[in-house]
């Protein structure tokens, strides 16, 4: 055991308060996924693709729905064949089977009771298909997020269909499985609509490729009794007039109920009747593994107002009108939604003061070209001229705008509809998401008819929903743990479900899916002829039930009551998650170990444990290095969470927790004799590359074997280190791992200075690439543009206090947070001059994260500081000024998290394109996970999440590669081979004037 590691009882959480759950992992489950069951998969599939640890499994045991089921086992499949493999051994043995991709399911359709497939980290890509006439095809991987295929289509200018709010997670395979349309879909851009062709899986094993040619004489050679049943079911259907006219009366809104029986009526053959199945289908039929999508023309003029209503009936009853005049969206929120976003960024506070009865409706037309959108505005116009509108608040303006910030603010909080209120929800009560349909013109007297039902039940409103096609959501929150409460609920969804099917003729499912919590109510909806049509299909495709079973279909009448998840109270800063899974794309550890939700997810599950349990130890053990020591803590997930849940500060608090007092006193004392500590740090660089000089020949010399002798001695000696210190204390070696930089910094002037420089530690340590260092670079652009910079004498020993705030050394990063202020407002006399940082992740921690640990005389300092990034003084102070005399072909950049929090990826850009005639962002540009030395304490880290992006810089050639952070930079060029250098340095080559 490494000398110096960490008591894993500093992750438990404390006993006071804390009794079982009734929905608690029991203890004989302690010891993870049961054999033979291990170990029969671990040899079908290798032992790296089955997760078997207690902590596994209930980290994949929630999903976005108010249910929690915990698997047996989880497979990470690869590609088709580990599919088939497990659906053969799962068809051998009588065991179930249930598919997960992104788990933002609302209605537990992503959980299962005993072998859980995960299909999201192996099964990404999107590829453009242009064919004849302009039409335009994508060929989508089923782990692919629908934000990422959209991406890649808007640079050919098309978009797909579904637009679900949970875009930025959602992923295609689920989109399609589910029918999930969104904001504009509505029945006629939705999935079902819109795909070309899907090759997917059947229970069986066997693939079926839709747009085969051949794939129907293949099925009927592989599978002949389900041709013939499925040609059956199409007979006795077309044989039946009223059945027939029910089928297409109820898809002419919005339905997701049940299985699409109208398949039946549009496909001819067993394939085509298969390929509409399959959608909607919610992975009780196959596994989709591809899906190509007809894709829709990406009108990008976009005009768009937010108007508000005095109450929700009058909003709803405005929807027809604004159909007519052709609008694309018409999105309601009722009162409670528009209070609960506030908590969303950049929504405006005096939303908070609405009345109770205020609606609103988020109105948007989208136009291919400048004529069009004029049309509609004068269309819109009209509209407006005869509604009566509100202006309760100060921000409400009830205009039309072409503004593309003021509309991503309007959509932003729309979408946030779910998290938003769902995060404002009482402590500890679990959240229900429902969504149904009603003809458009019934939509009023629908809103009137819920209010009343939820206020007579006891359940606050909250209403949203996609108005134009009549669609509505709401939100329940009751506490699971309480019988009275599940019987309060049991009462309102009996009587919703009567009031929808029997008042108003509509859909208990508009576009959620028919999932766990309507499975029970199908026949409600459907009536007894046509839901055995379902259970019969479901036998013909699936005869053994294997797939997913009580996800659709079940007899039973409180079906919808079992495996609601309790949700036990967790550290302040995580307790408002409602597990919708926004936050996982963005994490760089999500391929790795864990994902934000998931380290919330355990942390509840600790909550329900009794205290010592077997299961609680299990957890805590492998919380240590899954959730704690492999987050990259660069708190992308807060600007994913419409709630801005921080879960990188949470697990910073946690390596807080896992420290000695002798390593806080170490850290606190590094930080007061850090001028020592950062000579001290380039020595040691200088002395390795040295090493590496004398055993390889210089740092790019390489013995005859490729590797350079010093870097493997070096990377031996630290790895020798970690195993008898710690892992996440010492870093490892890594070749990328630049040279010293110069001692000294350039000379430069006080007076006349427009701005103080302050170059970060990271880059008075380690060498810059090229032959102009980057503190050189700055000062040469700077003067150039007729804006000089200072640097001060005493910058050394000074740091922006991030090495102490990532690692959750709270002692250290005050002492530093204060120093770094205090010098500051010195050297800017008095925040006369900007503070310029030429390190993103610095200028975030100058500005923002030191904040919280200064004293309250030196808050005060920093309200009067004015902190400027590198790439922001260079966009808009200097480029205006310079002069742009030569330029390089192709250029890549890196954003890093510090960027993405801070808002400067458009100053990267800028600057980057005054430097090359071509510039790329990778569409899976994501944080490096370098931060700072956690690529080195756990390279691993940083291959998982650069691994993608990696791919796409690596597929072509570019001149330069550029970002904007040092330790960045490492990050990238050990991810992909490439050298990344900072943009400014290109900036000075590229403005450098000519030899005459």
């Not at 609680?616 to 704690?628: K, S, T």
């Not at 740091?799 to 990063?813: D, L, P, Q, R, V």
């Amino acid at each position: 055991m490494p000398l110096l590691e960490p008591d894993p009882d500093a992750l438990r959480p404390a006993p006071d308060g804390r009794a079982p759950s009734s929905d608690r992992v029991p203890d004989h489950r302690a010891g993870g996924t049961p054999e033979p069951l291990r170990a029969d998969l671990a040899a079908i599939l290798g032992a790296d693709k089955v997760l078997t640890k207690v902590s596994d499994l209930v980290r994949y045991a929630s999903d976005a729905s108010p249910y929690r089921f915990v698997p047996q086992v989880v497979v990470v499949a690869e590609d088709i064949d580990g599919v088939s493999a497990v659906l053969s051994y799962a068809h051998g043995r009588s065991r179930e089977v249930v598919f997960r991709a992104a788990g933002t399911s609302l209605n537990g359709q992503a959980q299962g009771e005993d072998i859980l497939v995960d299909v999201r980290k192996h099964w990404t890509g999107v590829e453009v298909i242009e064919g004849p006439g302009g039409a335009v095809r994508a060929r989508i991987g089923p782990g692919t997020t629908v934000v990422r295929a959209n991406a890649t289509l808007a640079r050919h200018g098309r978009v797909l269909g579904p637009d679900p709010a949970s875009a930025i997670a959602c992923t295609i395979g689920g989109v399609v499985a589910n029918n999930a349309s969104g904001m504009t879909a509505g029945t006629t851009r939705n999935s079902y609509r819109t795909v070309a062709s899907l090759t997917f899986v059947l229970p069986s094993g066997t693939v079926v490729d839709t747009a085969d040619p051949d794939a129907d004489d293949e099925l009927a050679h592989a599978e002949p009794a389900l041709c013939a049943g499925l040609l059956e079911i199409k007979r006795e259907i077309e044989a039946d007039p009223e059945l027939t006219a029910r089928i297409r009366a109820k898809y002419e809104i919005k339905n997701t109920n049940g299985y699409r029986l109208d398949a039946f009526l549009d496909g001819a053959t067993p394939v085509q009747i298969l390929r509409g199945l399959m959608v909607g289908s919610e992975g009780t039929f196959g596994f989709i593994s591809e899906v190509v999508f007809d894709t829709l023309p990406l009108d990008r003029r976009v005009t768009t107002a937010l108007l508000f209503f005095p109450s929700l009936p009058a909003a709803a009853a405005a929807v027809p009108r604004f159909n007519e005049a052709g609008a694309l969206a018409v999105e309601l929120m009722d009162g409670n939604t528009l209070r609960a976003s506030v908590s969303v960024q950049g929504v405006p506070a005096d939303w908070a003061r609405l009345p109770k009865d205020t609606a609103a409706l988020l109105v948007e037309f989208r136009a291919p070209d400048e004529a069009r959108q004029e049309a509609y505005e004068e269309a819109a116009a009209r509209v407006l001229g005869d509604l009566s509108l509100v202006a309760p608040v100060a921000s409400v303006t009830n205009e039309f705008t072409r503004d593309a910030k003021t509309i991503a603010g309007y959509w932003k909080a729309r979408k946030a509809f779910v998290t938003a209120v769902g995060g404002s929800r009482p402590a500890g009560t679990t959240l229900i998401t429902e969504d149904f349909a009603v003809p458009p013109s019934r939509l009023a007297d629908a809103c009137e008819a819920l209010l009343e039902l939820q206020t007579r039940h006891g359940f606050d409103a909250a209403v949203a929903g996609h108005a134009a096609h009549g669609n509505l959501h709401f939100l329940l929150a009751f506490d699971a743990g309480r019988p009275a409460d599940v019987d309060r609920y049991a009462a309102f969804m009996d009587e919703f479900c009567r009031l929808t099917v029997e008042r108003f003729d509509g859909s208990l499912k508009a576009e959620h899916a028919t999932g766990r919590n309507i499975a029970p109510f199908l026949e409600l909806e459907w009536g007894p002829r046509a839901t055995e049509l379902m259970w019969r299909t479901k036998r013909v495709i699936d005869p053994d039930g294997v797939l997913a079973p009580r996800i659709v279909l079940d007899r039973d009448p409180r079906a919808h009551l079992r495996g609601l998840k309790t949700i036990p109270k967790v550290e302040v800063i995580a307790d408002p998650c409602i597990e919708c899974g926004f936050c996982e794309p963005t994490c760089p550890s999500e391929d790795l170990t864990t994902t934000p939700r998931q380290r919330i997810v355990l942390r509840r599950e600790m909550m329900r444990q009794q205290p010592g349990s077997p299961v609680e130890d299990g957890l805590v053990e492998a919380y240590g290095y899954d959730a704690v020591d492999t987050c990259a803590g660069d708190s992308t997930c807060k600007l994913a969470c419409p709630v801005g849940i921080d879960t990188g500060a949470l697990m910073k608090d946690f390596r807080h927790a896992r420290h000695s007092p002798r390593e806080e006193r170490a850290a606190a004392l590094a930080a007061r004799n850090f001028k020592a500590v950062e000579a001290s740090a380039r020595l040691a660089v200088a002395a390795a590359d040295t090493l590496g000089a004398r055993l390889g020949g210089g740092r790019g010399g390489r013995d005859g074997r490729g590797d350079r002798r010093g870097d493997r001695l070096l990377t031996a000696v630290t790895r020798a280190a970690r195993k008898a210190v710690r892992p996440d204390l010492v870093p490892e070696w890594l070749p990328e791992i630049p040279g010293a930089a110069p001692a000294r910094l350039p000379h430069t002037a006080r007076v006349g200075a427009s701005a103080v420089y302050y170059p970060a530690c990271v880059n008075r340590i380690f060498a810059s690439p090229g032959a102009v260092p980057l503190a050189q670079a700055v000062v040469a652009v700077s003067a150039r543009a007729g804006k000089p910079v200072w640097i001060p004498d005493d910058v050394a020993g000074t740091c922006c206090a991030t090495i102490w705030h990532s690692k959750g050394y709270e002692a250290g990063n005050r002492v530093m947070a204060n120093r770094i202020v205090e010098a500051a407002w010195g050297w800017t006399a008095g925040g006369a001059l900007p503070l310029v940082v030429d390190a993103s992740s610095c200028t975030l921690g100058i500005a923002h994260e030191v904040v919280p640990y200064l004293t309250d005389d030196n808050r005060q300092l920093h309200k009067e500081l004015t902190v400027v990034d590198s790439l922001v003084w260079a966009a808009e102070d200097l480029l205006p000024h310079l002069t742009v005399h030569r330029t390089i072909g192709t250029a890549v950049l890196h954003p890093t998290c510090s960027m993405h929090h801070l808002g400067d990826e458009p100053q990267l850009r800028a600057v980057a394109e005054a430097c090359a005639d071509e510039v790329v962002v990778p569409d899976d540009a994501g944080c490096c996970a370098f931060a700072g030395d956690r690529g080195m304490l756990h390279k691993e880290l940083t291959e998982s999440a650069t691994h993608r992006e990696a791919a796409e810089v690596t597929s072509r050639h570019f001149d330069a590669h550029l970002s904007a952070n040092r330790l960045c930079e490492v990050g990238m060029q050990h991810a992909t081979g490439r050298e990344y250098g900072s943009v400014l340095q290109e900036l000075e080559r590229a403005t450098r004037p000519t030899k005459p």
